[in-house]
């Protein structure tokens, strides 16, 4: 059992937006703003899409936004493209002996 | 050209060692903080160790803590694992991933292709 928490699944269709959940707890995510979220499709390896909540890395669409409500963050993908299809996980930086702690991740699907 | 290459990966009996490598290229290896996260076949994330930029500082996950050890040569640009005692439940697509410059803010903003563990008899 992964120590955040992410629905296992959501979809959208092309030009809807999508919103993805992490719930942890005030020992990580509601305790610090070192949430980022990681884009991983089929075979590759994970992307950096948003860090410290809400930052986009330069490059990375601005479709993409994050943001944090106590203990849950969130991650909004706007005008869904069929690119946008894989695997989603949040970090956390934890305040327990392990320093980072991973949702187990959210498989959007385009329909 | 800004990479991280994992190597080192293979089969390996329970018990036994092994040390995994990733070498950078195309930024300042000597200022950032570098992580090893792993991915067991399909499954999600798993942050496994911390080091940071000039090797002070090193911290682990508690299912690694005792086992694993990371270090660095920030002459030749690599990043290391090695990895005793290894289970079954070390199996996994290892990846090196770039920390941030100087302090930690526990992201993770380049990533390698992985180099995969098999720990099996």
């Known amino acids: 059992q992964s120590a955040l928490t992410q629905p296992a699944s959501v979809s959208g269709s092309p030009g809807q937006s999508i919103t993805i959940s992490c719930t942890g707890t005030s020992s990580d995510v509601g305790g610090y703003n070192y949430v980022s979220w990681y884009q991983q499709h089929p075979g590759k390896a994970p992307k950096l899409v948003i860090y410290?909540?809400?930052n986009r890395p330069s490059g990375v669409s601005n479709r993409f936004s994050g943001s944090k409500s106590g203990n849950t963050a969130s991650l909004t993908i706007s005008g869904l493209k069929a690119e946008d299809e894989a695997d989603y996980y949040c970090s956390s930086y934890t305040s327990s002996s392990t320093l980072v702690v991973f949702g187990g991740g959210t498989k959007l699907t385009v329909l | 050209q800004v990479q991280l290459v994992e190597s080192g990966g293979g089969v390996v009996q329970p018990g036994r060692s092994l040390r995994l490598s990733c070498g950078a290229s195309g930024f300042t290896f000597s200022s950032y903080g570098m992580h090893w996260v792993r991915q067991a076949p399909g499954k999600g994330l798993e942050w496994v160790a911390d080091i940071s930029y000039d090797e002070r500082d090193k911290y682990y996950a508690d299912s690694v803590k005792g086992r694993f050890t990371i270090s660095r040569d920030n002459s030749k640009n690599t990043l290391y694992l090695q990895m005793n005692s290894l289970r079954a439940e070390d199996t996994a697509l290892y990846y090196c991933?770039?920390?941030?410059?100087?302090?930690?803010?526990?992201?993770?903003?380049?990533w390698g292709r992985g180099t995969l563990v098999t720990v099996s008899s």
């Open positions: 410290e909540v809400s």
């Open positions: 991933a770039k920390g941030t410059q100087y302090a930690d803010y526990w992201y993770f903003d380049l």
